[in-house]
């Protein structure tokens, strides 16, 4: 008892930090990227970006959203990527193009709000809702709502979700610069079942909570990039090298809404955990050392 005491308080004596600057503060305050070469260190949720490249506001198939949080930024693996997808927008979805949500900040690194991870430049959210311009104006761009493909009980996915939202999931699952891809689990279990080809690509689709009005699109390291710190298990690891459309999957809408619905009451005898430490309370020390190069490089 005494032991788990200590541990709160230090914990929360260490905790506000406002004398050691947070990590998200510092990263939050820069405007571009650093003047080196591209480089993904660390990872996706403990990191950062040398060189990071912006990807543009506007192109022929996409739109960055919500320009004033300026996270349209990433590796230029990256945004090789978001181009090659909004071209699948048009050609395998029948969409115009993609409405892309949140990079990652100039330099990666920790953000003031929202995300643990997408600090290494490597991760990027694709909104739901089907673009029906790609010329709206900057003020549309923050107003502008996606759309929920998942039904209120969490159970299905409803009318929004589409066969386009189907092919542009599968371009993307295999685009081979791609780790792994994260979406509500009614959305893998609606594809599972409407694919009657071969479902391989369906490996890499990771079912987690929340990932309605977005899907989150992970890369791999780039190839050379030494500090670059891969994801693990393997999406082939956590599938057992199927493609998860399994009893796995459908835990998601049995067991784990029935636990959202009525939470276990909490054991008595086991002590309250400390409150875990996420991004937004990381310090420099908890970064890659590297990243206080690529925060103090012009
Ligand atoms: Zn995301």
């Known amino acids: 008892m005494m032991r788990w005491l200590a541990v709160v308080v230090c914990f929360s004596l260490g905790a506000p930090a406002s004398a050691q600057s947070l990590a998200n503060q510092l990263f939050g305050a820069l405007r571009d990227g650093s003047n080196q070469q591209a480089e993904v260190i660390g990872a996706y949720a403990k990191g950062c970006l040398a060189g990071g490249v912006e990807l543009a506001e506007t192109g022929p198939t996409w739109q960055a959203m919500r320009l004033s949080r300026n996270r349209n930024w990433g590796h230029p693996d990256l945004i090789a990527f978001v181009q090659r997808l909004s071209q699948s927008a048009v050609t395998e979805a029948g969409w115009p193009g993609i409405y892309v949500g949140d990079m990652s900040q100039p ?28 010329n709206l104006t900057r003020r549309e761009r923050e107003n502008l709502s996606s759309i929920s ?11 929004n979700f589409t066969y386009g939202h189907m092919a542009l999931l ?9 780790d792994r891809i994260f979406v509500t689990p009614p959305v893998k279990i609606a594809m599972c079942n409407a694919e009657d080809g071969n479902k391989d690509w369906l490996q890499k689709i990771r079912p987690l909570q929340g990932h309605h009005y977005h899907f ?31 009893a796995s999957l459908n835990w998601w809408v049995t067991t784990y809404l029935e636990l959202l619905r009525n939470p276990p009451e909490p ?16 310090t420099m020390a908890d970064l890659p050392r590297q990243c206080a190069q690529v925060l103090a490089s012009n």
Not at 107 to 132: A, E, K
Not at 170 to 178: E, K
Not at 223 to 246: A, I, Y
């Open 107 to 134: 330099r990666g690194g920790p953000m003031t709000s929202g995300h643990q991870s997408h600090q290494s430049g490597l991760d990027v959210d694709i909104w739901m809702l089907r673009p029906n311009r790609l």
């Open 149 to 159: 493909v998942r039904s209120a009980d969490q159970s299905r996915v409803n009318e």
């Open 170 to 178: 599968r371009a993307a699952a295999l685009d081979p610069a791609v």
């Open 216 to 246: 989150h699109v992970r890369l791999r390291c780039p190839r050379g990039d030494r500090n670059c710190e891969t994801q693990t298990p393997s999406v082939r690891e956590l599938s057992k090298g199927g493609n998860g459309c399994d």
């Open 267 to 282: 054991d008595p005898n086991t002590p309250t955990p400390p409150p875990r430490r996420g991004a937004r309370d990381y």
